[in-house]
Nanobody, 119 residues
Framework: QVQLVESGGGLVQPGGSLRLSCVVS????????TGWYRQAPGKQRELVAT???????NYGDSVKGRFTISRDNIKKTVYLQMNSLKPEDTAIYYC?????????????WGQGTQVTVSS
């Protein structure tokens, strides 16, 4: 069983920064990719950022240049540094870990952490 525990969410003013953390219950590099998704009220869950086992990163268009994903393999933790936050970044942020086996994908999710950007 894979467990992912997020932390670091909260209330921040526009233009501010937050860093989210996701502790994974097993080695990060055992997954095809780990990353972050978000879901705002009334909207579908969307990609924020992912990082593959070999370190390749991918970002959603709306966060490119403002957010940075990183990881610490020893601590089994994935981070999301969020800068220049905007009100439209308000959402629940979910940590994700993906395993691909024989062409099928298994996704694991954390419980989510709320990020609110408001003055």
């Amino acid at each position: 069983q894979v467990q992912l525990v997020e932390s670091g969410g909260g209330l921040v003013q526009p233009g501010g920064s937050l860093r989210l953390s996701c502790v994974v219950s097993r080695s990060i590099v055992s997954f095809y990719a780990t990353g972050w998704y978000r879901q705002a009220p009334g909207k579908q869950r969307e990609l924020v950022a992912t990082i593959t086992a070999i370190g390749r990163t991918n970002y959603g268009d709306s966060v490119k240049g403002r957010f940075t994903i990183s990881r610490d393999n020893i601590k089994k933790t994935v981070y999301l540094q969020m800068n220049s936050l905007k009100p439209e970044d308000t959402a629940i942020y979910y940590c994700n870990a993906q395993i691909i086996t024989a062409g099928t994908s298994d996704d694991y999710w954390g419980q989510g952490t709320q990020v609110t950007v408001s003055s």
